[in-house]
């Protein structure tokens, strides 16, 4: 997830980066649909009705 490139390193931005990545993991492996984590990110970031299936799992 290209985890070097970000530059929140102060404060709690880390912590709550890292609290939101795992939320967004947790409905991805909650998703019945077959296929990689990265497949349905990249699915999610291309197709807004699947999106909106994902945020409906959350």
């Known amino acids: ?3 070097d490139q970000d530059r929140s390193r102060l404060g709690n931005g880390p912590n709550n980066l890292a609290v939101l990545r795992h939320m967004a993991i ?3 492996q909650k998703d019945p649909t077959k296929g990689s984590l990265r497949g349905k990110f990249k699915r999610a970031a291309w197709d807004d009705t699947y999106l909106a299936q994902l945020l409906a799992l959350f």
């Open 1 to 3: 997830m290209n985890e």
């Open 26 to 28: 947790n409905v991805m």
